[in-house]
């Protein structure tokens, strides 16, 4: 049998469109599960890591929207309503503003 790296190789040398795919099982094989699982942290859990001074930037796939759950979050902690920016084209300049502010007041 080939072995786990050679056949990452071969299949991005024939099959390029199949790379990622390839690169996933790779990992899974060589290094576990761990690296390849999606990181499933509750809002909770990254609130407690997180600082006041230090904004929390969410990486979403398409359809996943945790807005409920900071809203649920922030109800608890007495810290309702929250801003929040959907990062899109023209955002900038808003988000800007809402992290200077979130700065300044914590």
């Known amino acids: 049998t080939l072995g786990h790296f050679i056949r990452l190789c071969l299949v991005r040398a024939f099959r390029e469109d199949r790379t ?5 099982i ?4 060589c290094l576990g599960t ?6 499933t ?10 600082r006041a ?9 398409p359809g996943a ?5 900071i809203d649920e979050l922030a109800k608890k902690k007495k810290k309702f309503p929250t801003d ?7 955002q900038e300049v808003p ?10 007041t914590g």
């Open 26 to 29: 790779f990992l899974n094989e």
């Open 65 to 69: 929207d945790p807005t409920l759950s």
């Open 95 to 104: 988000a800007r503003d809402k992290m200077k502010n979130g700065f300044v």
């Open 20 to 24: 990622q795919v390839a690169t996933g």
């Open 53 to 61: 001074k230090t904004p929390v930037l969410f990486l979403l796939s």
């Open 84 to 90: 929040k920016v959907s990062m899109g084209e023209g």
């Open 41 to 50: 942290d509750t809002i909770e859990e990254i609130h407690q890591e997180s």
């Open 34 to 39: 761990a690296f390849t699982d999606p990181v």
